[in-house]
């Protein structure tokens, strides 16, 4: 499995950002997330991925997942994501309260963009717009910080 490093931004309401792909014609809709490189931390990846792939930077980390999810990749893309050289992902999940100026978020403006456009939703929102194979990942990840939802729209 590939390591990935994944990151539920919360905002002032209790929402997390989502992003359109852009490589995707249906409606995938995904959190921020990317491989963690050889000797980096997940923690310091996630802040590096994040910046990456939406231009946020002014955030707090709040939580990390208590384990490490995997996913399997569909048998149509196995062969052909990551070169073939990976059957899924082993993923790390923060949640990070987003603090600065909205602004700042641009995912069409990064070096390399993933995301075409993006959203604030609800929490619970999130199993329903992800791919059929990241779905459980979602469920687990919306399960384990949903207190966090209501922490960070309580200090807002």
């Known amino acids: 499995y590939r390591l ?8 002032g ?4 950002f989502v992003g359109k792909r852009v490589d995707q014609a249906d409606a ?4 921020p997330q990317g491989g963690i490189e050889r ?8 802040l590096r991925e994040l910046a990456e792939e939406t231009g946020a930077q002014s955030v707090t980390i709040l939580a990390e997942s208590s384990e490490w999810l995997t996913y399997d990749l569909p048998y149509e893309l196995a062969g052909k994501v990551w070169n073939g050289k990976y059957r899924g992902q ?3 999940w923060f949640a990070m ?3 600065g100026d909205e602004g700042e978020i641009n995912p069409a403006n990064v070096q390399h963009p993933e995301f075409s456009t993006w959203r604030w939703v609800p929490l619970n929102d999130l199993p329903q717009l992800a791919v059929p194979f990241k779905r459980h990942i979602y469920e687990t990840i ?3 910080f ?3 939802a209501a922490e960070v729209k309580d200090t807002s």
């Open 97 to 99: 309260q987003f603090t």
């Open 4 to 11: 990935c490093a994944g990151i539920v931004l919360f905002n």
């Open 28 to 31: 995938a809709w995904q959190l």
């Open 13 to 16: 309401e209790g929402n997390v």
């Open 39 to 46: 000797n980096e931390a997940p923690r310091a990846a996630a």
């Open 90 to 92: 082993k993923q790390k």
């Open 142 to 144: 919306s399960a384990e």
């Open 146 to 148: 949903a207190i966090l």
